[in-house]
């Protein structure tokens, strides 16, 4: 049985949820700018919160004022939610948090940076993705309390992923955890962007994993 099943069972079993969730997720599409025609929500299983935090030292893309004005496209299967605009900057604080729907956890998360432009496209600065199956694991072990702050699981970067550092899922309460991450850029000179995941139960459904 893949490992994921029971966050459909979870899904399934709460038929309230979903009449919920459809509000939330139109409300939540109006606040992105997103559309709501791409979500199944026969599929969802949840949705995850991903808080775009900074940038560091990204490439510069101006090449009169010697910096940038990023942006950051968050996406996964059909979604796409981006960042604010900060101007002059290649150091930004987004400190955005964007909602993604998630149907499928194989999907890997992706990212992509921008450089705004007015007269001609926008400059593609770099990007990256990650992959949530490690933390959803987590969040199925049916830990009880922990003391805030401890590390459930740490990922060491390879090359197999992204990652720039140790990337540390940390229970923050109530069983809750979050998974801090710092992603090196592909395919730019330079660049990293640091972000945090975090799960989104719906009305009071169990953890994923809980029965």
């Not at 979870?10 to 992105?32: D, H, T």
């Not at 930004?92 to 194989?106: G, K």
Request: glycine share 6%; proline share 5%.
């Amino acid at each position: 049985m893949p490992w994921w099943e029971p966050l459909v069972r979870i899904s399934k079993a709460f038929s309230v949820a979903n009449r919920f969730s459809r509000g939330l997720l139109r409300r939540m599409a109006k606040k992105n700018e997103d559309k709501m025609d791409h979500v199944d929500m026969g599929k969802l299983i949840g949705l995850l919160k991903v808080r775009v935090r900074r940038g560091v030292n990204l490439a510069v893309r101006d090449a009169v004022s010697e910096t940038s004005d990023p942006y950051v496209v968050v996406s996964v299967g059909s979604q796409k939610l981006k960042t604010r605009v900060i101007h002059n900057d290649c150091n930004p604080y987004w400190n955005d948090e964007l909602t993604l729907t998630i149907s499928d956890p194989s999907l890997p998360i992706k990212l992509t940076v921008y450089d705004k432009d007015t007269l001609t496209d926008d400059d593609k600065m770099g990007r990256a993705e990650f992959d949530i199956r490690p933390y959803l694991e987590c969040l199925q072990m049916g830990l009880g309390k922990l003391p805030i702050g401890t590390a459930v699981k740490k990922i060491q970067p390879d090359k197999s992923n992204h990652l720039a550092d140790e990337s540390k899922v940390i229970w923050i309460g109530d069983g809750k955890m979050v998974q801090d991450m710092v992603l090196k850029l592909q395919d730019v000179e330079r660049g990293l962007i640091q972000i945090q995941i975090e799960w989104v139960d719906m009305l009071n459904e169990p953890k994923p994993g809980e029965t």
